[in-house]
């Protein structure tokens, strides 16, 4: 008897193993599995990691007016001896010339972090803005279908067929007086459309399972089903749809302002930086100038789109390395 049921017990306890060992993890832990699986993700995470830390680091410490403090006497001055002075007289806000200077006088090594600071803040307030308005727009559209979702799809696909790239354009040149914050709002206006129609899409789906209508019946809020109940089931997607579109957010910055409808020129930027190898005497004769920008803007790209990819296949089963 005494042998049967430990028999018993051995077999219940393996049988409790297998079905750990089967269960597919959930959550936080795909996450980690799935950047343990693809190696080239990890080192983007902790190249990403190390560049924003870094960045904000000495952008907190800079001060912008005397990085961009305009001196003639060091016009496109070639890069300094390396040595850990130079860093200090960089961190202390003075000319440090390890990277030279540009076209007028500024240091390129402490512009490097300004500008990728005011990079990053753009790409972050404009991708929390469109974010915020077109996740409660398709969350609406999806909740209420019908003459509610046909409302809101219909001027979202006006603005969607609008040249944004040029109108931007447009809006940015008749404003007067431009700064970051400015430009932040411009940027954000039509930016949009892609949230609201992919939450939108997922939305609808949600609305018609049984536990929306449950919560319709036992009396529930709108405001409580649309945000503590569908919002939650909605995370994996928007998730991975913010890494993409803040990458996507980087690029249009640097892009406009490469193409001088950016930020004013007192504002240091990575699209000015690089916008000097415009010139065929700077491209091959002063790399200092364009090339450590273009290197930042690369890593910061390719990494972004090395995590977010990694964070994509977490959410679908099919696509996951581990």
Same mark, same amino acid.
């Given at each position: ?158 603005? +969607?067929?609008?040249?944004? *790239?040029?109108? $931007?354009? @447009?809006? #940015?040149? /008749?404003?007067?007086?431009? !700064? =970051? ?48 109940? +569908?919002?939650?089931?909605? *995370?994996?997607? $928007?998730? @991975?749809? #913010?890494? /993409?579109?803040?990458?996507? !957010? =980087? ?72």
């Amino acid at each position: 008897m005494e042998d049967k049921i430990k028999s018993q017990e051995v077999l219940s306890e393996t049988a409790s193993e297998q079905q750990a060992e089967s269960t597919p993890p959930m959550g936080f832990k795909v996450i980690v599995r799935e950047f343990k699986k693809d190696k080239m993700a990890m080192f983007a995470l902790g190249v990403l990691t190390i560049l924003l830390v870094t960045t904000l680091a000495w952008y907190l410490r800079l001060d912008a007016d005397t990085v961009m403090d305009v001196n003639i006497l060091h016009h496109f001055k070639e890069p300094a001896d390396f040595n850990f002075g130079l860093i200090a007289d960089a961190w202390n806000g003075e000319k440090s010339m390890i990277l030279g200077t540009d076209d007028y006088g500024r240091d390129i090594f402490t512009q490097l972090f300004l500008a990728t600071g005011n990079s990053v803040l753009i790409a972050i307030a404009v991708t929390t803005i469109i974010a915020t308005v077109g996740i409660a727009l398709g969350l609406i559209a999806g909740y209420y279908g019908g003459m509610v979702d046909n409302a809101i799809m219909r001027i979202t696909d006006f603005v +969607m067929t609008l040249p944004t *790239t040029m109108i $931007i354009i @447009v809006f #940015l040149v /008749l404003v007067p007086k431009q !700064n =970051i914050w400015s430009f932040i709002f411009i940027m954000s206006v039509f930016s949009w459309t892609g949230y609201a129609r992919i939450v939108r899409s997922k939305a609808l789906s949600e609305s018609r399972l049984d536990y929306i209508s449950a919560s319709k019946t036992i009396g529930t809020p709108t405001w409580k089903i649309i945000i503590l109940e +569908m919002l939650p089931n909605l *995370t994996s997607l $928007i998730t @991975v749809q #913010l890494i /993409l579109s803040y990458a996507g !957010n =980087i690029g249009l910055e640097t892009g406009l302002t490469f193409l001088g409808y950016g930020l004013p020129d007192q504002t240091a930027s990575l699209g000015r930086l690089v916008s000097a190898a415009t010139t065929p005497y700077n491209l091959e004769f002063r790399p200092w100038v364009w090339l450590p920008a273009s290197t930042v803007i690369l890593v910061l790209m390719l990494s972004i789109n090395y995590v977010g990819q990694a964070l994509k296949r977490s959410t679908d089963a099919k696509q996951r390395l581990g």
